[in-house]
Structure formats: structure tokens, C-alpha cells
């Protein structure tokens, strides 16, 4: 079943990170806990706890942050994180 999903982190009520997946969404709130509980901040942090929570698979998940991001396993064009 595909299920988008979405997880923010935020500091000082901006959003600095964001993760989002075109894939096993539900396991946002899993993603959620694991940066709360590992205190995960970089790109690549996130990341690699995205695909062990099964947040998205690689074909799909993508991490970004204003000056950095990551889709399958490569960097990716600056144009994408124009929404953050
Ligand atoms: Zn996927």
C-alpha cells in the first residue's frame, strides 16, 4: 500500500528538517521516535533511520535541510528544498 508520509524536525519554531517518503508513511511516527530518542539533527542521520525505520524505501525517501539533501543515497538538485 503506498502512503505518503512526512516528518519534520523544528528549532525555534522553524522547520530545519524535513523527511518525506512516497511509501510506508505509517511509519512516520516510528521515524518521529527515533530522531526524539537519538537526538538526530544531520541529513544523513535522519536518513539512514528513515530506511531502518522503513519510512519510504530508497526509490522514494527524501531528506532535506536548507543547505543539504538526500535521495537515494545521492545529493540532489537545490530546486527541492526551495519549499522548505
Ligand atoms: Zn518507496
Redo the contacts with the bound molecule.
Keep these: 500500500m503506498?502512503t505518503q508520509g512526512l516528518v519534520t524536525i523544528t528549532g525555534n519554531g522553524k522547520t530545519v528538517l524535513k523527511a518525506v517518503?512516497?511509501?510506508?508513511g505509517h511509519s512516520a511516527e516510528l521515524l518521529a521516535r527515533l530522531i526524539h530518542e537519538r537526538c538526530l539533527s544531520t541529513v544523513n542521520e535522519v536518513y539512514n533511520a528513515a530506511l531502518m525505520a522503513e519510512f519510504?524505501?530508497?526509490?522514494?525517501?527524501v531528506v532535506f535541510t536548507k543547505s543539504e539533501a538526500r535521495y537515494d543515497g545521492k545529493e540532489i538538485p537545490k530546486l527541492y528544498w526551495k519549499t522548505l
Design positions: 503506498l517518503c512516497g511509501c510506508n519510504g524505501c530508497p526509490a522514494c525517501l
